[in-house]
Structures are given as C-alpha cells and as structure tokens.
C-alpha cells in the first residue's frame, strides 16, 4: 500500500499554544529586526527546527513569496494543522519571521520555490492549493470539522486527513466488490444535534455473499470518534437489490437533507430495461431514509404493494453528484447521460425523471435510444449538457470567503474533459458556463466546507486542490 504524502506549507508556524496574554500589548513599532531568530524560536522552532530546518527539501505548496507566506502566517490552515497568528503576533513580526525564513531558505542549493498555481476565471482570480498527493483514485470527501477530512479511495482505503497528517482508518467491510466502476465510493460525516452522537457514513460495490462476480451498491454506518483509526461495528443499513453481474453505474453520494433524513444515490447498473422504470428494485432511484436506516413514514410510496419503500424518485441512470443546498436545505442531484443527455435536477418525493423513456443523449455508438425528450409523468431535468461532459461530483459555492457574483454558483466535477464547470443561475435556469482548472485531470468529488472552503478530489492525478479566491478581477 502506497500511504499519500501531505505537504504543509513550511512556514506555517505550528507552534505550542503559547501566546501572549489576552492583556499583553502587540508592538507595531521599534521591533529590531536582528530579534528575528529569537521570535522564530520562540513561536516555530517547536514545530519546524532550528533554523528553519524542516522547510529545505519540501514543496512549498501555498506559496513561497513573502506575501504568500505572511498570508499563511496571519491566516492560518486548520486543515493543515496551521493556527493563525494575526491576533497574537503584530504585523512587523510575521514579516521578521517571513523574511527570515525565506532568507534561511534561499542559504540552501536544494530550496526550490514552488509558489501554487493561480487560475483566471472571468471575474476572479484563484489560489490553487494541493492539499494532498499520491492518492490512488480519489472519489469522495467530507469535513468532520475545519481541521479533519475524509477520504475515500476507490481501491478500498479510507483517510483521515488531520491538522495536516493523512492517516489511513483501518477496518473497513470486506467484501469491497474492487472491479469496473465499483469500490469504496462515498464518505459523509454526520453529527446527531440532539444526541451529539457522531456518525460516519460509506457506500460502496458489495459482493454478493457466496458469489463474488455479482455486487450491489450498500449503505453502512459506524460510530465515530475524533480519535477513531480503526472501525469494527459496521452497520449495514441498505443494500440496493438485486445483486447485478454488471461492475458499472452504482451511483452513489450520500447526504443529510434539511430535513434531517438521509439521501442515496444509486445507478441503474447499466441495466436501463430493467430497473430505472420500475418501483419493485432499488437501482435506479435516489433514496430516503432516516439517519438510522430505517425509512420514514411520509416517504412516497411507503404502503404501496410491491414498491421499495425507501425510494424517493425514480427513473435515474448513474446519479454521481449530490449536495445539500445550505439556505434551502434542499437536495440537489446530477447523474450521467449516455452520449449527452447528463442532467441536474432537484428530486421531488415520487417524481420519475424519465430514464430512458425520455433523454436527450444518444447510445455511445450514436444510435437513438429513443426520440422522445419528453413525457406525460416524467419530469424535466432543470439543465442538462450535450455534448456530455462526464458530470461526477457537484456543490454551491456559498460562504463570506467567495465574492457576491460566484454565491450559489454550481461546481460540478468533468470526467470526459478533465476540468471543474461553474454553473451561474438566475431563476432557476443555467445562464452562464465556464471551465476552470481546464485539464487537470478527471474531477470525482467536490466538497465545501463549513467556512465555505472548496475542496476538489482529481482522479488520475491523485490529488486533493483547494481552491482559494484571491480577488475581484
């Protein structure tokens, strides 16, 4: 097993909870910059060495410039481990300790500078961040909270990625069906507000028992603990029957909605004759339930003979992308079309989306599947995309750190094209599209935190980016 290696930025101070007290003056003036070394010491040797020892060698990852460093200094990065340090230290000593570290640093042959890429979108720039490399195939996220992140490899792993360390959490299911499309796909964290109870979700491919060529996409839920590198209690909650022969189209996203129920996402299988149509099998379909598994009692189709009471719409091919709106605390999905034909939408209880009744893709060898994009009973999707851009991965931009143009915004993940679209909306309908991070690789998650931080997993590439306004262009 290959374990990812995460790179701080080197002079983020990780320093011991030293500080001045709440009644201690902070000096913008007179500070003799020869006391350099000594504020170094004091606030970082702890953490970096001597001298700055531990920044030779290293990747700089958010940025080598003294304006890059001061940033991080003043700012922090909790998910890195990197306290800020604005209240504690003045102005004039985070630029000492700027300029002394790039200067200790620039005294090495093997200091390379590697400042982040920055990105132009129309009306912003952005820092791009690599939080974590070496990743196998990356595809889902959460946030336990601002210093801990989930992450979930398709091969089977689960990390932990804590102030900065990525630690595996051992003692995941064994019967991760590992073929095709199929392995460990989604993670959500989840805390119970009147119990305080923690929770952490998966889906995945599960081989079927005694048969390992046949899987289906499974549920599972574990009590989780901030101290938690090891999980043996889990607790299946959903399998999505029947086990199919087929190793694609499991979906599957996981989400809490506003309502406090549980969301899931499974795909059709690739078996489009049989199932998305029909209320009697679990593929095809976004299902709900209650946190604990067991399905509500004002779901759609609760009481009716032969329906899986669990599902909430239907008619779906392969839903990848899913997120919980934070204003409305309503769930919003997007699932792949064959060639075009890819679709977001906002599932309603018992509402059917067509699939493949009605689309507006054709089959990968250009043959019609059917010419009908529209039909009594079935609902149209709020936007769709031809050609296909491969859609994995979806959230909204929302929180202070994003300017009032890009609030609500769509970030959805491209697998065909390898890059990250930005989709505008102005009553409800897509007005504006634009392409960011054009090649990076195939997009799989998107993740906001809950500063409104945004995090994208890149499969091929193996990496973990934040991306990081800058400014208003």
């Known amino acids: 097993m290959r374990y990812p290696l995460v790179l701080l930025l080197p002079v983020g101070i990780v320093a011991l909870a030293l500080g001045r007290s709440g009644s201690e003056p902070v000096s913008e003036t007179n500070i003799d910059p020869s006391s350099a070394p000594e504020v170094y010491t004091r606030w970082c040797s702890s953490c970096h060495g001597p001298e700055g020892r531990d920044f030779i060698d290293r990747d700089w990852k958010l940025g080598s410039t003294a304006d890059d460093v001061r940033r991080v200094i003043e700012s922090g990065h909790p998910l890195l481990g990197m306290p800020a340090y604005a209240s504690t230290l003045s102005t004039e000593e985070i630029s000492l300790v700027s300029d002394y570290v790039l200067t200790q640093a620039a005294t090495k042959r093997s200091f390379q500078p590697t400042p982040p890429q920055v990105i132009e979108a129309t009306d912003l720039n952005m820092r791009v961040n690599v939080m974590v490399e070496g990743l196998e195939t990356p595809w889902g996220m959460d946030f336990v909270d601002d210093t801990t992140m989930l992450i979930t490899e398709r091969e089977g792993r689960l990390w932990k990625l804590v102030s900065g360390e990525l630690k595996p959490v051992k003692g995941l299911p064994n019967d991760i069906h590992v073929k095709g499309q199929g392995g460990l796909l989604d993670v959500m964290h989840w ?232 989709l505008r909306l102005d009553g409800g309908k897509v007005v504006y599209r634009e392409r960011l991070l054009d090649g990076v690789g195939r997009v799989r998650d998107i993740a906001r935190n809950q500063k409104g931080e945004i995090f994208v997993a890149v499969e091929g590439a193996g990496t973990v980016l934040q991306l990081e306004p800058l400014e208003r262009k």
């Open 191 to 422: 805390q119970d507000k009147f119990s305080g109870e923690e929770w952490v979700y998966l889906t995945y491919s599960k081989d079927k028992p005694g048969d390992a060529a046949q899987s289906a996409t499974a549920l599972v839920r574990a009590p989780w603990h901030a101290a938690t590198d090891r999980i043996d209690a889990w607790e299946e909650l959903f399998v999505a029957l029947p086990y199919e022969k087929t190793h694609h189209h499991y979906g599957s996203r996981v989400e809490i909605g506003g309502d406090g129920k549980l969301y899931l996402t499974c795909g059709e299988r690739g078996r489009r004759d049989v199932h998305p149509q029909t209320l009697t099998t679990a593929p095809g379909k976004v299902h709900r339930f209650n946190p604990d598994g067991s399905v509500p009692s004002d779901n759609p189709f609760v009481g009716q003979a032969d329906a899986v009471p669990s599902i909430w719409s239907w008619g779906h091919r392969n839903p990848q992308g899913m997120f919980c709106h934070p204003e409305t605390g309503v769930i919003w999905t997007h699932e792949h079309g064959p060639k075009g034909g890819d679709e977001i939408n906002i599932p309603q209880p018992g509402n059917n989306y067509g699939w493949p009744k009605i689309t507006f893709g054709r089959n990968y060898i250009g043959t019609i599947i059917t010419k009908d994009t529209a039909m009594v009973g079935m609902e149209q999707p709020l936007y769709y995309w031809l050609p296909s851009i491969g859609a994995c991965g979806m959230d909204v931009v929302y929180g202070d750190a994003w300017p009032e143009a890009w609030q609500n915004n769509l970030l959805v993940g491209s697998l065909s094209f390898e890059y990250l679209e930005r």
